[in-house]
């Protein structure tokens, strides 16, 4: 059975959402939906970019991930199909599969969507998620040739997904991205991080623990951090939104330095 994932910043009130998913069924049957999200914030590529790039490898190979996230709808920006690392990737040229470009790199080959006798005929200038991505996934899940879909390119857009700078004496990351919780997390990975190491935070030392429930009850809006289950670091405060205790942004600068303190927080 064809997996096909939805990945949009439609919210929950309206029906687009369903639209999509009527044309899928409607082209196959078969096939099974997965809601990824469709809580992005509005018009935020980035995040949508991030957000697909953290779990898209969890499906099995083969699934069809159909992002849209689209601001440029009706505008001259291409819709594409990808394939990159044995998944397919349905959507705008606007960046949003950059994290996906980054991952697999040599592994990706991108096309241009120009068949449109598998578009709607009542496609819209407003809603390509609906007459364009959906029709174009749900024939790539029947098997349709993805080099009959369009015209393969080499200039499609990508934007800056940050990758931290190593070198012997510090790193420099960022907060990438902030979860539903607030918990902040960086582009810092696991695997560069001393073991015995201490955050420093405002002036504050940060400890390292293994999982959530390890944090101090009796010192509430305490910051702690740990490698959360993408590998990567984590700033959070038990049972709280560190986020807004600490008033974090995406993009905020966070330093490593490895001597005297192993590792240096600095928001």
Do not use: W
């Amino acid at each position: 059975m064809s997996v096909i994932t939805l990945l949009t910043d439609f919210g929950r009130q309206d029906s687009f959402t369903a639209q999509m998913k009527g044309v899928i069924l409607t082209i196959n049957s078969a096939c099974r939906i997965i809601d990824i999200t469709h809580e992005i914030d509005s018009f935020n590529i980035k995040k949508a970019a991030i957000t697909l790039g953290f779990c898209y490898k969890y499906f099995p190979t083969g699934t069809i991930n159909v992002a849209v996230v689209d601001p440029g709808v009706g505008s001259n920006r291409r819709g594409i199909v990808a394939a990159a690392g044995g998944y397919y990737f349905v959507g705008p040229d606007n960046g949003i599969f950059s994290y996906i470009y980054q991952d697999c790199k040599d592994e990706v080959s991108v096309y241009h969507l120009t068949n449109n006798e598998i578009f709607l005929s009542n496609d819209s200038s407003t809603f390509h998620g609906r007459d364009v991505f959906a029709p174009v996934a749900a024939h790539l899940s029947k098997g349709f040739p993805i080099d009959k879909l369009g015209i393969k390119i080499n200039d499609y857009i990508k934007i800056n997904i940050p990758k931290p700078q190593i070198n012997k004496e510090i790193i420099k990351g960022e907060i990438l991205y902030i979860d539903h919780f607030g918990n902040a997390i960086t582009n810092i990975e696991g695997k560069y991080i001393p073991k015995k190491a201490t955050v420093t935070f405002n002036g504050m030392d940060i400890k390292i623990i293994n999982y959530y429930g390890q944090a101090d009850s009796d010192t509430p809006y305490a910051p702690y951090a740990l490698i959360n289950s993408s590998g990567l670091l984590e700033l959070f405060i038990k049972n709280g939104h560190f986020a807004q205790e600490y008033l974090i942004t995406e993009g905020q600068p966070v330093e490593i330095a490895k001597e005297f303190i192993p590792y240096h927080v600095q928001l």
